[in-house]
């Protein structure tokens, strides 16, 4: 019983629950939000759930290149190496949102052509393309 003795392990756990809990809530609540029929029309249902799709694809990536790569490296080398760890993310990250941003502004014109939705331009700016506005 000498984990349940420890404070830090019991605020870190109920951190962790509440954390997760609140997503829950707040993913149920824009999905509830989204299907009410006043809210969006059906077009604008589908460029947002495609918008949704890119989001978390790009994010899902981000994870698996980027974070999971660095706590592996922290944990499996020494102290003094966890600034050059730390430094090489950054740039990672910079580099990787540089590379989708681009990307982005490339793909967005011909893509919100395609669409029968005018709101697709607002989706798309929203992840960070200003220029196709």
Known sequence: MKLFSNPQWIKSGIYS????????????????????????SQGEFGVW??????????????NGLIQNAVIKLLHSHGEHETDRVVTGSWILNIVYSALIFLIIVII???SIKA????????CLCGMGS???C
């Open 115 to 122: 669409s029968a939705c005018p709101s697709s331009s607002r």
């Open 108 to 110: 967005s014109p011909s």
């Open 49 to 62: 759930s495609l918008f949704l799709t890119v989001t978390t694809i790009i994010e899902m990536s981000r």
């Open 130 to 132: 200003r220029y196709c």
């Open 17 to 40: 629950i509440g954390s997760r809990f609140s997503i829950l809530i707040f993913g149920f609540g824009s999905f509830y939000f989204q299907l009410k029929p006043s809210f969006l």
